[in-house]
């Protein structure tokens, strides 16, 4: 059984322009979040989807937005790309988003570098 | 604000017991978690305690959590090369939001 799949691994862009990124969760599960790490630091909280509507929102700018599809993967896009953006972005499912489990599941991540 | 703290770096030798601490802000937490991270890899969920226990224990990992005093620590116990990594605490808030820590890095000495 695939665990939580994004796409792509690794992707270097210019500022000002925009990225998508993407992330299949595990079969079955119907929420999704999305993480930003930048290196050295711990996860901070972008996003979270549950059944296609966004349940939550972090503390990031406009530029920053989601969305989950009916078959539950999601995407995350970044407009107006900031060398600040640069960060492993990471993706999480779980079955409802909420109780115990909600990040027992990541994926490995894509490391976005902007230059 | 809620805020999650951890010492960056924790040194021990191989086969004595590691002690990584936490300490967090947010008193409505529900669970909190440790995470571990090797280089190249994802996150692995490690364990979680429910906020209204105070000890669990699993395998060669015992969590304690002291609620009072917003302190979480993870005890790896017989402490081996492969658990090289970082660890980090996070806790769920009342929005299901996870706060995280920056990560205790721990090396192991032979």
């Known amino acids: 059984d695939a665990g939580v799949t994004q796409s792509p691994t690794h992707l270097i862009k210019t500022r000002g322009q925009h990225v998508t990124l993407r992330c299949s969760p595990i079969s079955g599960h119907k929420s999704v979040s999305w993480y930003q790490q930048v290196l050295g630091q711990g996860p901070q909280f972008i996003f979270q989807?549950?059944?296609?509507?966004?349940?939550g929102r972090g503390n990031f700018p406009d530029r920053f937005s989601a969305r989950q599809f009916p078959n539950y993967s999601s995407e995350l896009n970044v407009n107006a790309l900031l060398l600040g953006d640069s960060a492993l972005y990471l993706c999480a499912s779980s079955l409802t988003g909420t109780g115990m489990n909600t990040e027992a599941f990541f994926g490995q991540g894509t490391r976005l570098t902007v230059v | 604000g809620e805020d999650v703290e951890q010492s960056l770096f924790l040194s021990v030798r191989e086969g004595d017991s590691s002690v990584i601490n936490c300490t967090y802000t947010d008193s409505s937490s529900t669970y909190l978690y440790w995470y571990k991270q090797e280089p190249g890899a994802g996150l692995q969920l490690l364990t979680y305690?429910?906020?209204n226990m105070d000890m669990k224990q699993d395998q060669r990992l015992t969590v304690l959590l002291n609620k009072k005093d917003k302190h979480l620590s993870l005890r790896i116990a017989d402490t081996q090369t492969g658990d090289s990594a970082i660890y980090f605490c996070?806790?769920?808030?009342?929005?299901?939001?996870?706060?995280w820590g920056a990560g205790t890095k721990l090396i192991i000495k032979p």
């Open positions: 989807y549950y059944e296609k509507e966004e349940r």
């Open positions: 996070a806790e769920k808030n009342s929005n299901y939001q996870l706060i």
């Open positions: 305690i429910f906020s």
